[in-house]
Every structure is written in structure tokens, then in C-alpha cells.
């Protein structure tokens, strides 16, 4: 089985070093090409699972083009990210120790964040499982180390911006933290994951004030502080409400005023699979059909 799975991967793709772009001295690969059309039937299929995590890498890295490049230049020029990249800072060594975040004083953005994660039954282990998913390993390219940190420092840090924007893991819930994430790292992938989910969470039920939600999400996202030049340990320690003052994050007014119940019910999966659960399954069934 194991063999099995080490043939589906893909082969890792040389790159010469005549081709390496480097920034603030650190070697990146070219830019992929942008891939609409793979974005677009990815989020069709994040739109019927929303847990299919897979699909916002797959999405992220079909639109990604030079974003990447530019967010990885605004990174390296901060204090913070060059030491997050060069020490380098494991985000999700730090996120990952419940027992380290347990410690924290209550009310802190630690304990709030575990509660969510424990709450959830999520792990940061787990986002990076949903990027293997979508055939992204941080660990095939050691001479982009800086920049695939980067990546995995950005990807940790998703769920905890949850609690700083103070927004649920229901589908609009998700939907405003991903405005936030787009006005953070300024990739196009979110901003389309954000105008085909809302539409879809609008068709859902008309009476959710859907529209009022994202674009307040929005407004505050652009008076909020870059929050990857902070110091993540540093926020950790303080209570919630003060991260979130630092940061200049308000409060999602609009999000908060509908009913839990009606968050949750939008969008409820209409299947239970990943991606790649579904195309596991069809090629069992092309092989007994076969047989």
C-alpha cells in the first residue's frame, strides 16, 4: 500500500539553478502558470463539501501567478518574517502543543484558540494532511526552504485567524475569513472562493443577510494590521480582546447577529468525502467494472 502511494505522487519538478528568482536574497521557483478553468471546477467542488480543504490549495495554487512572489518579498522585508523563515519560527510546533497553550492564563488568545481547535476537533496537522491532498510537500524543495515556510507559516495560521476575526467554521463564517485572508496575502484564489461561495450561500436561503456579512468583513479586513509582520507568540499572550485591539480587528456585527443555527445549516455538505476519498472510489469502481 505504501508503494502504492509513493507512485501516485507526483514527480517533484527540477528546477535549474539558472531559473531560481531570488528575493531579498532567497532563491524562488518560477511562477506557475494561472489555471482558471482547474480553479473553477475546484471551487464548484469546495461549494457541495466545504470540508473538502483540498480544494482551497488546488484553488489557491491554480491563481496564485506572481502573488506568491510579491507576499514572500513583503514577508522577507519585515523583522518578524525573516526570522520566521531563516531560525525559521514552526508555527505549528507552537500551535500544536496543547498542553503549551493550556498554560496560558483563560481569556487569553492561546486558551481561545485551543478551545476552537479542541471545540472543532482540529489540528494543525490537519491543513497540512489537506495540502498533501492537493500534492503540495514543503519538504520536496529544500532549497526553497524560506519560501515553503512561508507557506506552511501562512497555512498554521488560518484557524487562529478564526479567532482573531472572530468568525465560525460555518460556510459563511468561512467565506468572511477568507476576505480576510485575501486583503492579508492579496491572492486572487480567495477572492473568487469568495464571490462564488457567497453567491451559492445566498441561493442557499435568501433570508441571510450574506452580502451585508462579506462586505462588512471587508471593511474591517482594510483597517486591520498586516497581522503576518506580528509576532504570533507575543499575540498568543495577551487576552483576546487586546490581540485584537493591537491588530485593529472589529468586531463582525452583522455575522454575530445570525442565529448559530442558521450559520450552520448553510451549506451542510452533500457528501461526506474529500476529493480525493471520491476519486479513490471511482477507481475502484472502474477496476471491478474491469474485472
Same mark, same amino acid.
Given at each position: ?15 535549474p539553478?539558472?531559473? *531560481? ?23 464548484? +467542488?469546495l ?6 480543504? @483540498? ?5 489557491? !495554487? ?17 523583522? *518578524?518574517?525573516? @526570522? ?6 514552526k ?10 497553550? @493550556? ?9 481561545? *484558540? ?8 482540529l ?5 497540512r ?8 510537500? *514543503? ?7 524560506e519560501?515553503? +515556510?512561508?507557506f506552511?507559516? /501562512? !497555512? ?11 468568525y465560525g467554521?460555518d ?8 476576505v480576510?485572508?485575501? !486583503? !492579508? ?6 477572492? /473568487?472562493?469568495?464571490?462564488?461561495g ?5 441561493l ?24 503576518l509582520?506580528?509576532?504570533?507568540e ?9 490581540a ?26 452533500k ?11 471511482? +477507481?475502484? @469502481?472502474?477496476?471491478?467494472q474491469?474485472?
Amino acid at each position: 500500500m505504501m508503494e502504492a502511494a509513493e507512485a501516485e505522487k507526483p514527480p517533484k519538478k527540477e528546477v535549474p539553478p539558472e531559473d *531560481y528568482v531570488w528575493i531579498n536574497g532567497f532563491p524562488t521557483p518560477p511562477s506557475e502558470p494561472v489555471r482558471p478553468f482547474h480553479a473553477f471546477a475546484s471551487v464548484l +467542488r469546495l461549494i457541495r463539501n466545504k470540508e473538502d480543504t @483540498r480544494q482551497v490549495f488546488e484553488i489557491v !495554487q491554480a491563481l496564485s501567478g506572481d502573488s506568491s512572489k510579491r507576499l514572500f518579498k513583503r514577508f522577507t522585508d519585515t523583522a *518578524y518574517g525573516r @526570522r520566521v523563515v531563516t531560525e525559521p519560527v514552526k508555527l505549528e510546533e507552537a500551535l500544536g502543543d496543547r498542553e503549551r497553550l @493550556r498554560a496560558y492564563p483563560e481569556g487569553t488568545l492561546a486558551r481561545r *484558540y485551543l478551545s476552537f481547535m479542541e471545540g472543532e476537533n482540529l489540528t494543525p496537522e490537519g491543513l497540512r494532511a489537506a495540502a498533501e491532498e492537493a500534492d503540495i510537500d *514543503y519538504d520536496a524543495y529544500p532549497e526553497f526552504a524560506e519560501l515553503m +515556510r512561508l507557506f506552511m507559516h /501562512l !497555512q498554521v495560521n488560518h484557524d487562529l485567524w478564526h479567532v482573531l476575526s472572530g468568525y465560525g467554521r460555518d460556510a459563511l463564517g468561512e467565506l468572511c475569513n477568507l476576505v480576510f485572508t485575501r !486583503q !492579508q496575502t492579496k491572492n486572487p484564489g480567495f477572492r /473568487l472562493i469568495v464571490l462564488i461561495g457567497g453567491l451559492a450561500v445566498k441561493l442557499d436561503d435568501w433570508s441571510v443577510p450574506t452580502i451585508k456579512a462579506l462586505r462588512e468583513a471587508g471593511r474591517n479586513a482594510k483597517k486591520t494590521e498586516w497581522i503576518l509582520a506580528h509576532d504570533v507568540e507575543e499575540l498568543l499572550a495577551l487576552p483576546l480582546a487586546e490581540a485584537r485591539a493591537r491588530l485593529n480587528i472589529a468586531e463582525p456585527a452583522v455575522y454575530n447577529a445570525i442565529p448559530a443555527d442558521v450559520r450552520y445549516g448553510l451549506l451542510k455538505p452533500k457528501v461526506e468525502q474529500t476529493q480525493t476519498e471520491r476519486e479513490k472510489a471511482a +477507481r475502484e @469502481r472502474a477496476a471491478l467494472q474491469s474485472a
